[in-house]
């Protein structure tokens, strides 16, 4: 547990010096059992979901959805809490695939071009892949939890 502690501060030490060293003005807004949301995370989730709903980027439209993207934050920090809890480590590989070829689709790039796309609109694409696999391994913890009360009337 003491180790543990340690790791914390130190990690928080970390994210202090980086941010006073180069000038980033990343603070901690909220803390979600272990996982922490930052204000970039929060600047992202605006960013991301308002070029993927093809809105256009200015001061109205963030206000607008900040309430939005700060919930599903929240909903993303509890539900990588359960996985870790659970120890899920296991998805479908071919259901993130099909995700992604229909969001290239739905933005109108080629598949081979998404990752360019989030160059391109300063987002982070490895960020959004990721939350799209904790919500595959919460499918998978959900379905585990409740496999056996489901009943399936053909």
Known sequence: MKFKQILQTAFLFFIFFNTSVYGLNNKIIARVGTEIITNLDLKNEIKTYLVMTRQQINQENVNKSK????????RN?????????????????QDLENYLNLI??????????LKNFFKLNKLDYEKFRENYINELLWNT?????????????P
């Open 77 to 93: 920090a509890i539900k990588l809490n359960e996985i870790k809890k659970y120890k899920v480590d296991k998805y479908n590989p």
């Open 104 to 113: 290239s689709k739905n933005i109108g790039a080629d598949r081979s071009n």
């Open 67 to 74: 309430d939005l993207a700060f919930r599903s934050l929240i």
């Open 141 to 153: 913890l959900i379905f585990s939890l409740y496999k056996n009360q489901i009943t399936i009337n």
